[in-house]
Each structure stands twice: as structure tokens, then as C-alpha cells.
């Protein structure tokens, strides 16, 4: 890249400014996320609530994005698993975990996407394994599994499956991250997400079909169907553009660094809005993850 790092300069460039607002914001919207969503599927199935979010940002996207040109078919076939990857199963796994775990562990759990992006780039040999990438990968899923051995032993069983599906669903969407950076490189985020998300309306229905048919729709509170329009307005496509132009014009090691930011805001959000209280052990949990995350991310 030719441009001017920000960083190099002891005043804080627009342009630098601009990137770190931006990056402030996602993390808000993806903290605001987990509240409004766990609050809302009091009166939405869960699956309801993802699919409805699918559907929704769906037509937003490709409203605002205009993709007239074909794919190939091996594209769209690649397109498919990447859709199954990263909205249905991505998705689902993670509102419905939602709904069975506080909201806390959620957003402690979902920073094992970075550590599990890692592990699959160096299962395909995109990246290269070392002592420390290894050692900050086990640090890392020992906090995840300190978590879960929680739930196992002294929690109820639906927060232990809750805590089982986010991180699923954290394995999901790092699979799709390492997989689909070649056809991003090629089409376009902007391009590739827009497609995967009107995919999704269609591979998704058959696994919310049931939900979608015993929803009592006829007591679904105006709150509700406004934190329906909120968590697509803002957590999903006011997130994925925000971020998406945060990528084009920081490194991403920045953009990474702001994920452990949303953990942080959703402790204090939960505790005012859920009356959620952080345990102990879920601080040492963090704190394992983090530090993984650290040395697995180090050069």
C-alpha cells in the first residue's frame, strides 16, 4: 500500500480518526446486538428471529449493492457453502445459542473466532504453525472449554448447549473467513455478501420452517418487531458497511484489535439491561482467550 500510515503521524489524521469512529461503532452495534436480540426472542422462536434477520438484510444489501454481472458456476456453487457457512448455520447457531446462554458468555465465547480462523489457515496451509500460533490457540480453547466445563458442572443444561452452539457457530464463521478470501479478493466483499445473504433466504428456510409456522405471530409486542428492524439496520448492515470500509482503510490487525472491545461494552450492557452478573470464572475465561488471541496473532 502507498498511502500514509496514520500511525506514523503524532496528530491524528481525519482520514485515522475517521477509522477508529468506525471501528468504535461496529463494536457498539455488535455489543447493542446481543441485548436487543435476547430481548426480543422473549417473543420471537428463535429461528424465526434469525430467519426474519436473514430475510431482511437480504433485500437491504441488495438494494444497496447492485450486482448485474454473472458468477461462474463453480462461483455460485462456492457461494452456496459459503452462505450455509456464514448466515444459515451462522446465524442460527448463534440466536439460538443466544437464547439459552446469558449474554455475557456469548460475547466472551464469540472472540474464539480470530483463534479459530487460525487454526483452520493452518489446516488448509495457508498459514504457517509455530510454538507460539499453537501454544496462543490451546491457551485460547482452554478459556472456551473453562466456560463450558462451567455450565457442565454448576450451570443448567440449556446454558451448556447454549454455550456449545455459540461456539459452533464461531467455528462456522471462521471457517467462511479462511475459505472465501480468494473470491473476495476476486468479486468483492460488497458482492459476495450481498449474494450470500439472498442465498440465505432460501437455504435457510427449510431448518426455520416449523418455527415460522408455530409462531404466535399474533402476540409479537411492537417492541419486538422494533428490535427485529434495529438488529438489521444496525448490527447487520450498518456493521458490515462500517467494517467492510474500516478494512479498506486500516490494517487489519487494528480492525482485530477492536473485537476485544465488544465483550467489554456487553458486560456493562447485560449487567443494566439484563441484570446479568459476571462470575469469576468468566473473567479468567476472558483473560485465557484474550491471551491467546495475543500470542496467536503475534508475528
Known amino acids: 500500500m502507498t498511502a500514509a500510515k496514520p500511525a506514523q503521524s503524532s496528530v491524528l489524521s481525519p482520514q485515522s480518526f475517521h477509522v477508529h469512529a468506525a471501528l468504535t461503532t461496529v463494536a457498539i452495534l455488535f455489543s447493542i446486538n446481543y441485548i436487543i436480540s435476547k430481548l426480543s426472542m422473549q417473543a420471537f422462536a428463535p429461528l424465526v428471529f434469525a430467519y426474519l434477520r436473514v430475510v431482511g438484510s437480504a433485500l437491504i444489501l441488495n438494494l444497496l449493492v447492485r450486482d448485474p454481472e454473472p458468477v461462474s458456476r463453480a462461483d455460485s456453487w462456492r457461494l452456496v457453502g459459503f452462505s450455509l457457512l456464514a ?19 456469548a460475547a466472551i465465547l464469540i472472540t474464539m473466532i480470530p483463534v479459530f480462523a487460525l487454526g483452520a489457515a493452518i489446516l488448509f496451509g495457508y498459514e504457517r504453525a509455530t ?3 499453537i501454544g496462543g490457540i490451546a491457551l485460547a480453547a482452554g478459556g472456551a472449554l473453562l466456560v463450558v466445563a462451567r455450565e457442565g458442572f454448576e450451570g443448567a443444561s440449556k446454558s451448556l448447549l447454549g454455550d456449545l452452539m455459540i461456539i459452533s457457530n464461531s467455528l462456522c464463521y471462521a471457517l467462511y473467513l479462511v475459505l472465501s478470501k480468494p ?6 466483499a460488497r458482492r459476495v455478501i450481498a449474494r450470500m445473504f439472498a442465498l440465505g433466504t432460501v437455504l435457510m428456510l427449510p431448518i426455520s420452517i416449523w418455527s415460522i409456522a408455530h409462531q404466535d405471530w399474533h402476540h409479537i409486542p411492537a417492541r419486538a418487531w422494533l428490535g427485529l428492524a434495529l438488529v438489521i439496520i444496525g448490527p447487520t448492515v450498518a456493521a458490515y458497511l462500517l467494517n467492510a470500509w474500516a478494512l479498506a482503510n486500516a490494517e487489519s490487525s487494528i480492525v482485530a484489535a477492536y473485537s476485544y472491545l465488544q465483550p467489554v461494552v456487553t458486560v456493562i450492557l447485560a449487567a443494566i439491561f439484563l441484570g446479568e452478573s459476571i462470575r469469576p470464572i468468566a473473567i479468567a475465561a476472558a483473560a485465557m482467550i484474550f491471551g491467546g488471541i495475543y500470542l496467536a496473532g503475534r508475528r
Open 183 to 188: 473470491m473476495m479478493a476476486r468479486l468483492t
Open 131 to 133: 510454538v507460539t500460533k
Open 87 to 105: 448466515v444459515v448455520f451462522n446465524q442460527s447457531l448463534f440466536l439460538a445459542g443466544l437464547s439459552l446462554t446469558s449474554a455475557h458468555v
